[in-house]
């Protein structure tokens, strides 16, 4: 009998053994696709209106694949969304109006908020850096490429996200 209950913890430390020598070995993973191999590219843009006597706001997010809206008004708490998804001949289209060479010299201008005004701001971001502009309609050198994409976007938003 002892060399039977022998064998069994043979058996079990060997499976120990085995079992922790596999968890600490470096084992290669199989590589995963780059999201962006250029730091510049754009991935994502949002441009919003926010503000107002009633607390409206108007919010569109672009990524490569789809298009999402949403807006409302906090006072009647009203709320509604959209989305789309885009190909990606659309969003170069879309982003072929921004260029990343000149997001860093893009000046924002102070929140209108505070007088019941609204504010709109942009976000772009690459894998480098998020970018972000309130009111940058104050720099009309570097704002024609945001009043493109914004027409552009128009073309694909229903009328009531326009």
Known sequence: MMPTTKNIHLKILFSILLLSASFSCDTKKTPQPAVSKNPNEITFISVSHIG????????????????????????????????????SDIWKFLISSINVKDLDHIKSSPSQQSVDGIDETFQIRTPKKAHIYVNSFADPTHYKQFQQFKERLDNILPKEYK
């Open 52 to 87: 107002g006597t009633l607390g409206e706001y108007k919010i569109i997010k672009v990524t490569k694949d789809s298009v999402f809206a949403e807006k409302g008004a906090t006072a009647n708490t009203t709320h509604q969304e959209w989305a789309s998804s885009i190909n």
